[in-house]
């Protein structure tokens, strides 16, 4: 993919031109091209074989530097290793040299061979695997087999996860129903890489490279794998098929990144998991999401529907034409699978709700016991895991953990966008009525998001009305802004949408503005914690726990 800031119709035509002159002179394939417009300009693609990728990235180049770059433009790259877009017969001599260089005959045959013996190929940069987790083997692309142990290779059930929220719960979740069912499972999520319950890499591993290496895990007899939109628009999926796959819902964040400018845009990125999708394979998806119930009108696979309501329409629809649906009636989450509906529990007991105030949970809950339905397990293994799950600090940790200091109650989650915000929030509120305090929040955002993005942050918290707002930077996140610069627009937008000036106070330092905003607290109050960054998240964890009520 190339990212390019103008095109016009025959720029376009003269791009394809050149990349299939260039393809030609290569010996490669003609390949489809695409031209994706937006707002921001265009994406080139052009589609490659595994072990022609970076070579491909330079035809890809050179194809349009050759319609847009002159001589003596200081833009242009002319570093050693890459092709001279005013030199054809010398960038001709580096693209073959490039693409010798990468190519593997070997690890495309044995990918091929793959595919006849259906099961997975991963690749990276240094190995490749076939199979997944117990029934996988693993080899560097230099020293391939002879002979390739066919019969011991195999892959196991394994699931995609995506959506704008509730990814991590929702691995974590389905990874434990997996565990309760004797399955060892492994998962990838922003937190690190897990198998069996037990962390062995610690880190934000949501995108290929933490799926890779829990496809490659021997003790791993079922994968869950947290899939974001980065590794997706930048890497693609590390794994082409798998049984199940869930999009958890669609809200605005990260727009303007790889050429997403708005909702549609994301939705279209995040659904890319259903390509993954076995024929004979389940796309999860949440029917309270008005932008999924469009586009699943042109997805051509097996779909099962999650709501809040199970009388919503979208679910009768879809269980009178013999589907799976999961949604709450009269207080309980009801399964309907197999042709049978199965009663999960009341939903307000269970710890993940906190006592039915969590609804963005709730949808957790419901997407989870349908995906883990797909990969295998009993319902009365779903129902157990729903009912027990988040009644420990260690089930979920930093979603929703919670404290009591001397009577404040404090709420630290993940929350990172709008969206997510103003779940924690309507939590917060929902207990800070029941004890008649004050709302407290501790609010910063990443520095990568644009000033609109950070501004409708800010209207999200000014909308519930808090009586206090610590502002801070996010440590590791700040991504070129300077410090303060991200919490002052914060601030500006805070004033704009109504706090007064005296609710508002700036430390940028994360764990020094959360122990700001609780010497603020009197009991009954209840503070909104968002805390992303692992080192505040441990210091604040210890620092809370050191002052926790007995």
Not at 237 to 255: C, E, G, M, Q, W
Request: proline letters at 5%; charged letters at 25%.
């Amino acid at each position: 993919m190339l990212d390019v800031a103008r095109l016009t119709p025959e720029l376009a035509d003269a791009w394809r031109a050149n990349v299939s002159a260039l393809r030609a002179q290569l010996d490669w394939t003609e390949s489809v091209l695409v031209v994706r417009e937006h707002r921001s300009g265009a994406s080139l693609f052009a589609a490659a074989a595994q072990d022609q990728l970076l070579t491909a990235t330079e035809v890809n180049e050179l194809a349009w530097l050759r319609l847009v770059a002159e001589p003596g433009d200081w833009r242009v790259p002319l570093s050693p290793g890459h092709p001279n877009p005013f030199d054809a017969e010398s960038a001709l001599r580096t693209l073959l040299l490039l693409a010798k260089e990468e190519s593997k005959p070997a690890a495309m045959r044995l990918q091929s061979d793959a595919k006849d013996h259906q099961v997975a190929v991963v690749w990276d940069d240094e190995d490749i695997s076939l199979g997944m987790g117990e029934g996988s083997a693993i080899w560097r692309l230099d020293s391939l087999p002879d002979e390739v142990p066919w019969p011991s290779l195999c892959d196991v059930p394994s699931a995609l996860v995506t959506g704008s929220n509730g990814k991590t719960t929702t691995v974590r979740l389905v990874s434990a129903m997996l565990i309760a069912s004797g399955r060892a499972a492994g998962f990838n999520c922003t937190d690190g890489i897990f198998v069996g319950g037990e962390r062995v890499e610690r880190g934000d591993y949501s995108g290929p490279a933490g799926a890779r290496r829990v496809l490659r895990d021997a003790r791993v007899r079922a994968a869950v794998l947290e899939t974001a939109r980065g590794g997706i628009l930048r890497r693609g999926l590390a794994v082409r098929r798998v049984d199940a796959a869930i999009v958890t819902n669609i809200s605005p964040d990260h727009f303007g990144e790889y050429g997403i400018h708005d909702l549609s845009d994301l939705a279209e990125a995040k659904l890319v998991v259903a390509r993954a999708l076995d024929s004979d394979g389940t796309l999860v998806l949440n029917a309270d999401d008005v932008l999924l119930l469009s586009k699943a009108k042109k997805i051509d696979a097996r779909i099962a529907w999650f709501a809040l309501d199970d009388a919503n329409p979208k679910l009768l629809a879809h269980r009178a034409a013999g589907g799976e649906t999961c949604g709450i009636e009269n207080g309980r989450l009801r399964l309907h699978v197999d042709g049978r509906t199965h009663d999960m529990g009341e939903v307000r007991a269970m710890p993940l709700s906190l006592e039915g105030a969590a609804t963005y949970n709730l949808h957790n809950l419901a997407g989870a016991a349908l995906l883990a339905s797909r990969l295998g397990v009993a319902p009365d293994v779903i129902a157990a895991v729903c009912n027990r799950f988040g009644s420990g600090r260690g089930d979920n940790p930093g979603r929703m953990e919670r404290w009591d200091i001397g009577g404040v109650r404090v709420l630290v989650d993940y929350a990172h966008n709008p969206e997510g915000l103003d779940g924690l929030l309507r939590v917060a509120d929902s207990l800070r009525q029941s004890s008649g305090g004050r709302l407290g929040l501790l609010l910063g955002q990443a520095g990568n998001r644009d000033d609109d993005a950070i501004r409708e942050l800010a209207r999200i918290a000014a909308s519930w009305k808090p009586a206090r707002v610590v502002l801070k930077d996010i440590e590791g996140y700040m991504r070129g802004r300077q410090p303060g610069e991200v919490p002052l627009i914060l601030r500006d937008e805070l004033l704009a949408s109504g706090l007064p000036e005296g609710t508002l106070q700036l430390v940028l330092p994360e764990i020094e503005a959360a122990q700001a905003l609780i010497a603020w607290a009197n009991p009954g109050d209840v503070l909104a914690l968002p805390v992303h960054s692992f080192a505040a998240r441990d210091a604040l964890a210890t620092w809370l726990d050191s002052r926790t009520n007995p």
